[in-house]
């Protein structure tokens, strides 16, 4: 019994051991932590960058990037993170910013190398077709969100926070496609949804004619008023019709109405009696006949 325990004792000591040879080969491989390196990292805190020794050659390395950078796999750069893009003004004249609105920044890649192209760090991706969007170009948040797309806040990573403005619909979704289209007749959106079709108008309610919608993305881009986004407007009774306990029916002979109503509106809960001496020809009729 002794012996066993003393066996054990001996191979904890070798274990301790072991673990503070590995500690000290760490420490003869990293000089001047805490301090600047050799030749500095670009956008690497001063601070945390510091000499590594790997195969008895001595490589700067970076153990925390500046806000809004992300260290690469091998600490030698520092990429934009996701949600931030790589805005460079003019040559060696970069920096990491958050992502625009109706745009998605999925960050730079943890692969790239010392050197590597500025769009490696970090790109700038419009919301409609993943289009890159460099710095000064002409495509922007207000352009974008003219064509129907935007994102709920800055700082978006992915296409998929990508969302129809109010008034469309996604009509594609994959990111070198995705796009949105208004909302056809008698139907509504309120945006603001990953939605693949707008909401139809109650069974029996319709678009009333010459609402003064449009279908034309053009005009749409000028006259946000043109877009179908409200329900209680978009979807109205029709004339001839009444509605009763949320249910739309014709007005019976004998009776008639002769304009659309807005659902809220009391005009649109009943029809009028035809005079005296007159009637109606049919159900559903707009005027005394």
């Known amino acids: 019994m002794p012996r066993l325990n003393i066996a054990m004792l001996a191979v904890s000591l070798v274990l301790v051991l072991s673990l503070v040879q590995q500690s000290a080969a760490r420490s003869l491989t990293q000089t001047g932590q805490g301090s600047t390196c050799t030749g500095p990292i670009p956008q690497c805190e001063p601070t945390r960058c510091y000499l590594q020794t790997v195969s008895g050659k001595s490589q700067n390395v970076c153990e925390r990037c500046m806000p809004g950078y992300r260290a690469t796999t ?25 992502c625009d609105k109706a745009m998605f920044c999925p960050g730079g890649s943890r692969e790239a190398k010392n050197y590597a192209a500025e769009s490696v760090k970090g790109l700038r991706l419009s919301c409609e077709k993943g289009v890159e969007v460099p710095f000064g170009s002409n495509i922007t948040t207000q352009t974008i969100q003219q064509a129907g797309l935007t994102t709920k806040s800055e700082r978006a990573s992915k296409p998929q926070d990508c ?43 319709e678009e009333k004619p010459n609402a003064g919608y449009t279908d034309d993305l053009v005009v749409a881009a000028s006259d946000a008023s043109k877009l179908r986004v409200n329900r209680l ?57």
């Open 74 to 98: 091998d600490g030698l750069n520092c990429v934009c993170r996701p949600g931030f893009w790589h805005a460079c003004s003019a040559p060696g004249s970069c920096e990491c910013k958050p």
């Open 163 to 205: 969302v129809p403005m109010p008034g469309f619909f996604l009509a594609a979704t994959s990111r070198s496609t995705q796009k949105a289209a208004l909302c056809p007749k008698s139907s509504y959106s309120l945006g603001y949804g990953r939605v693949r079709q707008c909401l139809k108008c109650q069974s029996g309610t």
């Open 233 to 289: 407007e978009v979807c109205q009774v029709p004339a001839g019709k009444y509605l009763v306990q949320n249910v739309v029916r014709c007005c019976p002979a004998g009776s008639f109405r002769t304009a659309y109503s807005l659902t809220t509106e009391s005009a649109s809960r009943y029809c009028f009696t035809c005079p005296p001496g007159v009637s109606t020809k049919n159900t559903c009729s707009t005027v005394p006949s």
